[in-house]
């Protein structure tokens, strides 16, 4: 039988007050504060939102793989509810990491979409967990639903690295990966901010999807009631 006390139901909740509020601050100091970059001028005021949204696209995905191999070592139906929340939350942040790399490479590279290793990666990447997500829809046993979707995530995990480290491995339009290190120290700070602003918003996101998918595993895992017993 499956049982959760959600110990901490205010945590969740913390965090997506900081995380808010850590995103509204390093977002008015990227538009308003930060000198535009000396190249790209005002467009590169999207890296605020687009570098972070990515860190922690690929962290959600990367923490969805974890859930599914201690899932399947330890057979805890919490980590299932876990891997379901990571994989949405990954979904959506890699959904929105498309849409502002789009934003971003119309003006840089003339077009919305180009067939770039990191563009295309990250796009397999974001289908495959959808496929993941729709899997787990059509399978009603929860146990098939959970051994398949997690085998399904570690394959599909295999193409988090490939994404990373697509524009070394391949001749790539993008760029290489930005860090706090990499990036000058006027343009620091919102990028810091906004990468802790989205890593709270996402830690609470799977917090409280996992509440939902817990609550439902809850149900489907209470054995029916034998022939004759009332409900």
């Given at each position: ?51 972070p949204t990515a860190w922690n696209a690929l962290l959600a995905l990367t923490f969805a793989f974890v859930c599914a191999v201690i899932f399947l070592f330890k057979s805890d139906w919490k980590w299932d509810a876990r891997m379901e929340a990571a994989i949405e939350v990954g979904v959506v942040l890699g959904f929105l990491l498309c849409c502002q790399g789009s934003i ?128």
């Amino acid at each position: 039988m499956y049982d959760d006390n959600h110990r901490f139901p205010r945590l969740p909740w913390i965090l997506l007050g900081l995380g808010i509020i850590f995103l509204a601050i390093g977002s008015y100091i990227g538009l308003f504060v930060a000198p535009p970059e000396a190249l790209m001028g005002q467009v590169q005021r999207i890296m605020y939102v687009h570098v972070p949204t990515a860190w922690n696209a690929l962290l959600a995905l990367t923490f969805a793989f974890v859930c599914a191999v201690i899932f399947l070592f330890k057979s805890d139906w919490k980590w299932d509810a876990r891997m379901e929340a990571a994989i949405e939350v990954g979904v959506v942040l890699g959904f929105l990491l498309c849409c502002q790399g789009s934003i971003w490479a119309k003006p840089t590279w003339g077009v919305w979409w180009d067939w770039d290793p990191r563009l295309t990666t990250t796009a397999v990447l974001v289908f495959a967990f959808l496929g993941i997500l729709a899997l787990r829809k059509f399978v009603e046993d929860p146990g098939r639903r959970a051994i398949w979707s997690a085998v399904a995530t570690i394959i599909a995990s295999v193409d988090v690295p490939i994404v990373y480290y697509s524009v070394r491995w391949w001749n790539s339009l993008h760029q290489l990966q930005s860090s706090p290190s990499t990036v000058s120290r006027q343009f620091w700070l919102p990028l810091r901010m906004n990468a802790f602003g989205i890593l709270f918003l996402m830690t609470a996101f799977i917090m409280l999807r996992a509440r939902v998918a817990s609550m439902r595993l809850a149900q489907e895992l209470v054995p029916p009631p034998a022939v004759g017993e009332r409900v």
